[in-house]
């Protein structure tokens, strides 16, 4: 029987199987030995050992067609970023952290932006059409008002799809807002589980509907940047792309290089202040950390 890993803590993996059940299992050594390590998202192949315990073992993982390094997890379709428009105050910085995150390992994101019925929802709004411009799909939304979900739950639909943003941007409420059978899954979890309430401190998948599925992770206020040379950071801010054959020199970092047409775009409004202050701040800590 086959299924997907929804959740792995103290060594145990949850497996929700083609049975609609969920199986505690352990991995075989086999993987160890192999220096393979099972993930939440990854595909499996258990064999049942006790089926009124529902426990069994993970005897093989099937390919993977995507994995993630932070959050550790594999095979997801997309990203959800969620920042609230207050309450915390949305951190751009964090964001275009996260961006050039899923950027490098090719996911494709989407951003939402909480709280929009909030008085500080107008210059979210602002930021929102950059975002826009930059090329990603943008979503404002109103948990505690319903406004904007009926959108959100149509791009979710047939995906596995990781959703991440800081603590207390109303990620949660968003979730049961658009699933409110996301809510009813998460206390079967729970039950099996053995764990009272539910709090993300590990990432896991919740099951939603026909092949949709939700990578709940912890919240996050702070990210370091993968590995990467700061000369490949361009690369990750995708707007820069169009004007980039516009630049002198090939390798053009944008930053002090005369005739950049990245910075020709900055100044007629092509691209977005905010977001190349971000760019530049980001190429700083990267050449710093090289040097260290």
Not at 6 to 28: L, M, P, S
Request: proline share 5%; glycine share 6%.
């Amino acid at each position: 029987m086959t299924g997907k890993i929804i959740k792995g803590i103290a060594g145990f993996y949850y497996v929700y199987a083609q049975d609609n059940e969920i199986y505690e299992c352990r991995a075989k050594g086999i993987f160890r030995k192999d220096n393979q390590k099972p993930l939440v998202g990854d595909q499996a192949e258990i064999v049942v050992l006790d089926e009124a315990e529902k426990e069994g073992n993970i005897i093989r993982l099937l390919p993977r067609k995507s994995s993630l390094v932070r959050p550790a997890v594999a095979n997801v379709d997309q990203a959800f970023v969620v920042f609230a428009a207050e309450n915390p105050a949305p951190n751009y910085l964090l964001l275009d952290r996260f961006l050039v995150m899923m950027e490098k390992q090719e996911i494709p994101c989407a951003i939402c932006f909480n709280k929009m019925d909030l008085p500080e929802a107008e210059d979210v709004s602002r930021m929102a059409q950059i975002y826009e411009k930059a090329g990603y799909p943008v979503f404002r939304t109103s948990a505690r008002e319903g406004a904007g979900v009926r959108e959100v739950r149509e791009f979710l639909r047939g995906k596995t799809t990781v959703t991440a943003g800081p603590s207390g941007v109303g990620k949660s409420s968003l979730t049961n807002s658009l699933l409110p059978q996301a809510q009813m899954k998460t206390g079967e979890i729970s039950r099996k589980l053995k764990r009272g309430k539910h709090t993300t401190r590990h990432s896991e998948i919740v099951p939603v509907g026909d092949d949709t599925f939700l990578v709940d992770t912890p919240g996050f206020s702070s990210l370091y940047l993968p590995e990467m040379e700061a000369e490949s950071l361009s690369l990750y801010f995708r707007e820069f792309r169009s004007f980039e054959k516009d630049c002198r020199f090939q390798g053009c970092q944008h930053l002090k290089e005369p005739d950049c047409g990245v910075k020709r775009a900055l100044e007629t409004g092509s691209v977005s202040r905010e977001r190349y202050e971000n760019y530049r701040l980001l190429r700083q800590e990267l050449s710093e950390k090289r040097r260290y």
